[in-house]
């Protein structure tokens, strides 16, 4: 806002002009106390603007009791009053601007005005701490929401949860899937693992038949040749045994030739002969009779007198063809009660005659 009086010592019939940074208008000054008001009030001067923002009041005060005196005294102390957010500040127009003069310079006076102006425009720290305890008090005490707007923040808050239960359940969803096709992954390895063990297994097996198959065939093949050696030896040892007992079989028939042509060998073999028939039909399965029998044929076959060799090869054969025939005899007519062959032969070895098994054997 800007003033700019009148030349000094002409107050009456002039004019002040107002110089307000949202409004200018110019209005008549009054030098004896006439007020002029620029607030969100009306005003009595005509032609002033109504503002509902912050006002200044501007006074002219002059005592109406030294209005004689007024035009001769120059440095008379104008005042200038201001009122602003309700507080009240007189500033002398003095302080405010210059003294009239013919030099005065209106741009000092304007300047001086404008700087106490600026002072009245800082913030007040009443109203500051009253600012701040109404916030304090608003933020401690918020008002309570209307229903439409609980209504809004509950949708809000539902949506919310919705859009979190619902990520909740995808993230389930893909782990619940990627499980599954790890299983799977896990479940087709465990699979191709198993299925190779069974095909190692039964190679395995297979191989382990086929070697013990392999082995069973060598060894059988093995055995067969075995036995086929055997069998062979045993031919051969057969055809040997019959060479041989047809041999003996053989020299003993020359033998008994032999003494039967020779009459004094032929009649000592007789009556030995006789002897020995006669034993062996006492033959049983006791063991002290064949005890008795055994000595009995080894007093025949070999006396005090020994007989010549040809006899007593000749008494061994009788006694073992004698024997044969008894055995034969006796098995057939009554098989529990026949004794074996083996024990009056070996009984008779026993008392020293080894060489009736070979006669026995040929016969």
Do not use: C
Request: hydrophobic share 30%; charged share 30%.
């Amino acid at each position: 806002m800007v003033i700019i009086p009148a030349e000094r010592g002409v107050w009456k019939g002039h004019t002040t002009r107002l110089i307000h940074p949202t409004f200018s208008h110019t209005f008549p000054f009054r030098p004896f106390g006439l007020s002029t008001s620029v607030s969100g009030s009306p005003s009595p001067v005509q032609g002033t603007t109504r503002r509902p923002t912050n006002a200044y009041s501007i006074h002219n005060l002059t005592d109406d009791e030294e209005e004689s005196s007024s035009s001769s005294e120059s440095e008379e102390a104008q005042v200038l009053k201001f009122s602003h957010a309700g507080r009240d500040t007189s500033l002398t127009l003095s302080r405010a601007l210059t003294r009239s003069s013919p030099n005065l310079n209106s741009e000092h006076g304007v300047d001086a005005f404008l700087n106490a102006v600026r002072l009245r425009s800082r913030a007040d720290p009443i109203e500051e701490y009253r600012n701040a305890e109404r916030a304090a008090i608003k933020s401690a005490n918020p008002p309570t929401p209307s229903l439409p707007h609980l209504s809004q923040a509950l949708t809000q808050s539902h949506l919310a949860l919705q859009a979190k239960r619902n990520a909740g359940h995808e993230e389930e969803r893909k782990k619940a899937e990627l499980k599954t096709e790890e299983d799977g992954k896990r479940g087709e390895e465990d699979r191709k693992k198993k299925e190779k063990e069974d095909e190692d297994r039964k190679r395995k097996e297979k191989e382990g038949k086929e070697k013990e198959e392999k082995d069973e065939a060598e060894e059988q093949a093995r055995i067969a040749a075995q036995q086929n050696e055997d069998l062979e030896k045993a031919s051969k040892d057969a055809q040997t045994a019959q060479a041989a007992q047809a041999s003996q079989t053989s020299a003993l028939k020359k033998l008994t030739r032999a003494v039967e042509e020779n009459a004094e060998l032929k009649s000592v073999a007789g009556r030995s002969r006789r002897k020995l028939r006669t034993r062996v039909g006492q033959v049983t399965n006791s063991q002290s009779e064949l005890d008795k029998l055994a000595d009995a044929i080894h007093d025949i076959v070999s006396p005090s007198s020994p007989h010549p060799a040809p006899v007593y090869t000749v008494m061994l054969s009788a006694f073992s063809k004698y024997l044969l025939l008894q055995a034969e005899t006796e098995v057939t007519a009554k098989l529990p009660t026949a004794y074996p062959l083996a024990r009056p032969i070996w009984l008779v070895i026993a008392r020293g005659h080894p060489k009736l098994w070979e006669i026995f054997w040929a016969r």
